[in-house]
C-alpha cells in the first residue's frame, strides 16, 4: 500500500473513532467498536511505518540513480545539455562547456544558438521549430574566443509527467577529427584516383605491348613451327615432316589392303664438285631449283621433301602400280637433263633414285620403307648414276643380310669378337723384319675368320667403326710395347695401324691417340700411321693440318695403297709423308711387262726425290723381290714373307728372326 492509500485509511478510521464518540451514550456496545477501530488504527500506523522505511530506502535508491546520472552526466567524453522550451540551457556537463569554450556554470540561462555559428544559426532555428522527435544533423559550433568547429548533433524532446513539452536534450559531439580524416580520405580517394587513371594508363600501354609480343610470339611459334616441318632453304617439308606423312600413309594402308603407296628417294649426281667449284651461294640455287623441278613433277596430294644435302625424297599415295611411280621417276629424270642456269652459267646435274614399293614388303615402320628407297638408290649409282632403280626381293635379301651382319657386328663389340693379326715389313737392305702391320680379323662365330673387306664398310657406315677402330690401335700399340720389352734383343720397330677415312677425320683424333700412347707406354716414333689417297683428296686442308699434328707428336705416316687413287706425288709434297706403299696391283705383273716395271721404276724415283721411303705391297716370289731391290726399294710387304699371323705365331717369328 503506498502513502496516500494509508493516509485515506487512517482518515478513514479518524473519521469512524469521532462517529463513535458522538453516539457514545446512546449505543450500549459502542466501546467494543471504538476499540476495535482502534486496533484498526494501531495496525494502519505499523503498515504506515513500514511504508515510511521503504520510502526511506526508495528515496535512497532513487539518490544513487541520480548521483550516477549525474556522474554520467557530467563525466561523458560528448558534451550534453538541457535546454527548456525556448532554447535557454538549464544543464551542461563538463564535455558542452569544454566544447562551447566557457565555464559550466556560465552556460546556466545562456541561449544555445549563441554557440552555434552564425551561417548555421539559420538552419538551427528551422531545426527547432520542427522538432518533434530525435534528430540528428551536423553544423559548425562557434566556442567562445575560438574557431568554428564542426559537431555533430543529436537533440530529443523533454516532456513532464503531463506528456507536455519542456523542452530538449541536446548531445554534441566535436567531428573535426573525422572530417579532416574524410578530408584526407576524399584527398588520399582524389590521389588514388589519379594514381589509377596513371596506372590503368600504363597498364592498357603495357597491354598493348604485351599483345604486340604476343603476335610477335604467335608469329616467331609460327614460324618456328613451319621451320620444325620443312627446311629452310627450300622451303620443302623436311625428314620429320616427311616421315610423320610417311608414317600416316603407311597406316592407312594397312587398314586398305588396296592402297599402295611408293617413296621416291633421289640424290644429286657430282653435287659435290658443283657445290666446292663454283661455291655453296651455287650450290644453294641448284638445290632451290631442283625443289622447283620435283614440285612440278607430283601431284598436289603427293609430298616432296628434301632431307637434306642434296638428298631429296618424294611420297607418292594412292598409286594404281609400279608403272605410276616409274613414270614419275622418269618426268624427273627428264626435268633434271634440262640445264641448270646459276649466275648466268649453264650447269647439267644428273639425279640417282631409287624406289621403293609398299607393297614389296609388309613394313611396319616409315623409316624401313625409307630405308629401301635408299638402297635402291645406292644400287643405280653402283650401275652408272643418272637412272632409278627398283627396290626388289634381292635388295631386300641383301638389306636383310646387311641388317644381321650389323646385329652381329654390334654384339662382336660386346663380346670382344675381333682380333689383331700382324704381318711383317721387311727392310730390303738388310732382309730382317723392321715391323708390323697391324691387320683386323673378326673372329665370327658362325662364318668363321672374316676379313675387314667382310665389315669395315658396314663399320663405316653404321658409325661403328669409331669404336672398332679404338679398340685396333689400342690392341696394337699395347701388343708392340709387350714385344719391345721382352725381345731387346731382335727389337722390332715399328707397328703399323690403318686409319679409315672416318677414322681420320673423327674429332678428337689427336687426343685419343695420345691417350692410347699414354697408356700402353709405346713411343710415339715406333707408331706408324697408314691413310688412303682418298683422306687427302677429300679436305687437303684439314688433313694436311691433322697430319702436322701427328707428325709433330713424333708419328709416322704413310700412304697407303699408293696408285689406287686420285693423288699425284706432287700433291704428297706438301703432306709430312714419311713412307709410300705400291698397290699389291702394280708389283704382282712386275714381271709380266716392262711398262709396269717402269712405273714402278718412276715412282720410287720421284718419292726419294721426295724424302720418301717406298714399301712394296704384295710381294709373292724370290724374283719380284730381286727387281724391287734393284730399284732401290726400302720395303716389302707380303705372302712371300709371310702371312698375317696372330699374335703368338708373330711372337714366334720374331724370336726366329729370319733373314731374306
Keep these: 500500500m503506498n502513502v496516500d492509500g494509508f493516509s485515506q485509511q487512517i482518515e478513514k478510521l479518524r473519521s469512524q473513532v469521532q462517529e463513535l464518540l458522538q453516539c457514545n451514550v446512546t449505543k450500549p456496545n459502542s466501546q467494543e467498536i471504538v476499540i476495535e477501530a482502534f486496533e484498526e488504527l494501531n495496525i494502519a500506523m505499523e503498515e504506515l ?7 526511506k530506502i526508495t528515496r535512497a535508491v532513487v539518490e544513487r540513480e541520480r548521483q550516477r546520472y549525474q556522474d554520467l552526466f557530467e563525466f561523458a567524453p560528448d558534451g550534453y545539455l538541457v535546454t527548456n522550451i525556448t532554447g535557454s540551457i538549464q544543464e551542461a556537463n563538463r564535455a558542452a562547456a569544454t566544447l562551447l569554450g566557457v565555464h559550466q556554470k556560465y552556460l546556466v540561462g545562456k541561449p544555445l544558438i549563441l554557440f552555434i555559428a552564425q551561417q548555421h544559426r539559420q538552419s538551427f532555428r528551422s531545426h527547432m521549430n520542427s522538432l518533434q522527435q530525435i534528430v540528428n544533423w551536423e553544423i559548425n559550433l562557434q566556442p567562445r574566443g575560438g574557431m568554428p568547429f564542426p559537431a555533430s548533433v543529436k537533440a530529443s524532446v523533454v516532456y513532464d509527467l503531463g506528456e507536455k513539452e519542456i523542452g530538449w536534450r541536446w548531445l554534441l559531439c566535436d567531428i573535426s577529427k573525422r572530417k579532416q580524416a574524410e578530408e584526407m580520405l576524399r584527398q588520399a580517394y582524389g590521389e588514388l584516383e589519379i594514381r589509377v587513371a596513371e596506372r590503368t594508363a600504363e597498364l592498357v600501354k603495357a597491354n598493348q605491348k604485351l ?7 604467335k608469329r616467331a611459334e609460327s614460324q618456328l613451327l613451319h621451320l620444325a616441318f620443312h627446311d629452310e632453304l627450300t622451303g620443302l617439308p623436311n625428314r620429320a615432316a616427311f616421315m610423320k606423312r610417311l608414317r600416316h600413309a603407311l597406316n592407312y594402308s594397312k587398314r586398305h589392303l588396296n592402297y599402295l603407296l611408293a617413296v621416291l628417294f633421289i640424290d644429286l649426281d657430282r653435287f659435290k664438285l658443283i657445290n666446292d667449284s663454283l661455291g655453296h651461294l651455287s650450290g644453294d640455287q641448284l638445290l632451290l631449283a631442283t625443289a622447283s623441278r620435283l614440285e612440278l613433277c607430283v601431284r598436289s596430294i603427293d609430298t616432296a621433301a628434301r632431307l637434306g644435302g642434296d638428298e631429296f625424297t618424294i611420297l607418292l599415295e594412292g598409286i594404281q602400280d609400279v608403272s605410276d611411280a616409274i613414270r614419275v621417276a622418269e618426268r624427273i629424270e627428264q626435268e633434271m637433263a634440262l640445264p641448270f642456269e646459276l649466275d648466268g652459267q649453264e650447269v647439267f646435274i644428273t639425279a640417282s633414285i631409287g624406289i621403293a614399293l609398299s607393297s614389296t614388303v609388309d613394313y611396319e615402320n616409315p623409316e624401313d620403307l625409307l630405308r629401301d628407297a635408299d638402297r635402291a638408290m645406292y644400287q643405280a649409282k653402283v650401275l652408272g648414276r643418272a637412272h632409278y632403280e627398283l627396290f626388289n626381293s634381292d635388295m631386300y635379301a641383301n638389306t636383310l643380310t646387311r641388317l644381321k651382319l650389323e646385329t652381329d657386328l654390334r654384339r662382336a663389340i660386346e663380346r670382344l669378337e675381333f682380333q689383331v693379326y700382324y704381318q711383317p715389313i721387311v727392310s730390303l737392305t738388310s732382309g730382317s723384319i723392321l715391323g708390323f702391320e697391324a691387320l683386323l680379323r673378326w673372329q665370327h662365330p658362325e662364318r668363321g675368320l672374316l676379313n675387314p673387306a667382310d665389315f669395315i664398310p658396314l663399320a663405316e657406315e653404321t658409325g661403328l667403326i669409331f669404336s672398332i677402330g679404338n679398340w ?5 700399340c699395347r701388343q708392340m710395347q709387350a714385344w719391345r720389352v ?24 689427336i687426343e685419343q691417340i695420345g691417350q692410347i700412347l699414354h697408356s700402353t707406354g709405346l713411343d710415339a716414333g715406333t707408331l706408324m700411321l697408314e691413310i688412303t689417297e682418298s683422306v687427302i683428296v677429300e679436305n687437303g686442308d684439314k688433313a694436311a693440318t691433322l697430319l702436322l699434328q701427328l707428325q709433330q707428336m713424333g708419328i709416322e705416316l704413310s700412304i697407303d695403297d699408293f696408285g689406287t687413287g686420285y693423288s699425284s706425288l706432287s700433291r704428297l709434297y706438301n703432306f709430312p709423308i714419311s713412307v709410300l706403299k705400291i698397290d699389291r696391283s702394280f708389283i704382282s705383273s712386275i714381271g709380266a711387262s716392262s711398262r709396269n716395271l717402269e712405273i714402278i721404276e718412276i715412282i720410287v724415283t720421284l718419292a726419294h726425290k721426295l724424302g720418301v721411303d717406298v714399301l712394296a705391297e704384295g710381294v709373292e716370289t724370290k724374283e719380284q723381290l730381286a727387281l724391287l731391290r734393284n730399284l732401290s726399294c726400302e720395303y716389302g710387304q707380303g705372302h712371300f714373307f709371310s702371312v698375317p699371323l696372330n699374335s703368338s705365331a708373330a711372337e714366334t717369328l720374331i724370336m726366329e728372326n729370319p733373314q731374306w
Design 49 to 55: 511505518l513500514i511504508a515510511s522505511e521503504e520510502l
Design 211 to 217: 599483345l604486340t609480343e604476343i603476335t610477335e610470339r
Design 472 to 476: 685396333a690401335l689400342h690392341e696394337a
Design 486 to 509: 721382352c725381345h731387346r734383343s731382335n727389337l722390332p720397330k715399328k707397328i703399323s695401324v690403318n686409319l679409315s677415312l672416318k677414322q681420320f677425320y673423327q674429332p678428337g683424333l
